[in-house]
């Protein structure tokens, strides 16, 4: 092995000083920076897990005006939450945000807890999201370790686990520990979360521009383009789904999906996954409408074609116009999660991103 050894001081106090006069010069305006409430920061960190910033600012906006405080939000209906954050996708966000904002009210008088131990109990706050909201919303020396955070300690360090390995966590959680400085850990955290998101990038960090390039061990060695490491991905699964649009006297049938799995709370057009054991799509329709709602139905047109990618898989779904055999009616109160609605009422119902294009075509 004839790599070079190198000495860097990245636990010195002149990484965080140098990055901290980078982002008073640099850092991004944006709307929970201006007005950094615990709330606002509260409700951005969530609304950015998985999320870019360009993506998350028209719903903060809205959500905001909606929800201004964490009274309002906590006494809002689910459906309202829901609505709102239609379209920003992994709506558990939204249903822990809505649960954690009454557990904030009744049990710690409408004030965030300022207790790291305490922020982890509220739903959808884990590791990260605490260290997030404890640092920038109460200058807490916490830290806050996101995607973009950890791939610049991988190179900063030249880590060669893998990311999301036990040993890639722990290397990378001590590294943003020990480089907090001790003051603006805040201010620090949101500096490596810019410059991730704007020079340290995935496939081409632009490292003439980087305030750390004399810190970091990969740009040194010219393997800043092979870091992170990542772990093999496994194979997307692919699934065929169908979905009734069943119209009665200019009503359309819809349901909501059960509160704990994808997509909980959400409204949807009935249907289902293509089994192994079903003739094709309409004998696989025709079978998901009876278990689900009892009913037999008619398949008839097809009402289009849809494909969404969700996190760990994708789907292909097939909506067809269906009727209800003579005879056949919903007894809604043996099915409460079902709805007859007239088209234009369809848009005051969350919904996914597959069905809601299935709403607007009607």
Known sequence: DCTPELSFPVLSDSLSSALLVWYDQSARVLPWRSDPTPYHIWVSEMMLQQTQVDTVLPYYQGFMSLFPDVFSLASAPQADVLRAWEGLGYYSRARNLHRAAQKVVAEYSGQLPQDLAQLRQLPGIGRYTAGAIASIAFDQPEPALDGN??????????????????????????????????????????????????ICLPKAPN??????RDFCQAFALGAQKELPVKKAKKPVPEYIVTAAVIAVEGRVLIQQRPQGGLLGGMWEFPGGKLEPSDAGLEDCLQREIREELGLDIQVGAGFGVYKH?????RITLHAFCCAL??????????YPQARWVIPPELAAYAMG?????????L
């Not at 055999?325 to 043996?334: H, N, R, V």
């Open 353 to 361: 991103k597959v069905d809601r294009q299935i709403a607007n075509r």
């Open 309 to 313: 990618a969700y996190t760990h898989f």
């Open 207 to 212: 490292c003439p521009a980087c305030p750390l």
């Open 149 to 198: 955070i950890r791939r610049i300690f991988a190179r900063l360090l030249n880590a060669r686990h893998p990311l999301g390995t036990p040993a890639s966590d722990a290397e990378l959680w001590d590294a943003a520990r020990k480089h907090l400085p001790a003051r603006r850990a805040g201010d620090f955290n949101q500096a490596l979360m810019d410059l991730g998101a704007s």
């Open 325 to 334: 055999l003579p005879g056949e009616t919903l007894d809604l109160s043996a």
